[in-house]
């Protein structure tokens, strides 16, 4: 989603990353699936690390990839799970909405606070680690 038109008719627009008004959502009963395999992609990449073996790594990852390529073709499939298990959530910064989008789809449902403005409550608390202090 580049774009999404809210009720009250603020646009919500997605085209940058670290949205403190964007979340993403991983929902309860997928969240032992989506760990499994991110643990099944990890486990051989982490024995052939550990085995010091070069053709332990290629067999890890179907070819002979240099260090830094094996790293990247990792976290090209630790993302891919990562975008099929995961849904969006974003909250309007005029009126609060928040908008969850539908498992296995491109639809999204809205609710509406109760406060009736927008929380921030999908922004990271500013100033909260130095509270800890
Ligand atoms: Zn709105």
Redesign the pocket.
């Known amino acids: 989603m580049s774009k999404l038109g809210?009720?009250?008719?603020?646009v919500i627009t997605d085209q940058t990353d670290g949205l403190p008004y964007k979340a993403s959502l991983l929902r309860d009963e997928v969240e032992n699936e989506f760990w499994d395999e991110v643990h099944r992609e990890l486990k051989p990449l982490v024995e052939a690390a550990e085995s010091g073996d070069k053709a332990a790594i290629a067999d890890a990852f179907g070819e002979f990839s240099p260090w830094f390529s094996a790293a990247d073709k990792l976290q090209d499939r630790i993302s891919s799970l990562y975008i099929r298990r995961m849904s969006s959530a974003y909250e309007?910064q005029?009126?609060?909405?928040l908008w969850v989008q539908k498992d296995d789809s491109e639809r999204f449902v809205s609710y509406v606070p109760e406060e009736g403005a927008y929380g921030a409550i999908l922004a990271v608390a500013s100033g909260g680690s130095e509270n800890l202090n």
Do not use: A, D, M, Q
């Open positions: 809210c009720t009250c008719g603020h309007c005029s009126c609060g909405r």
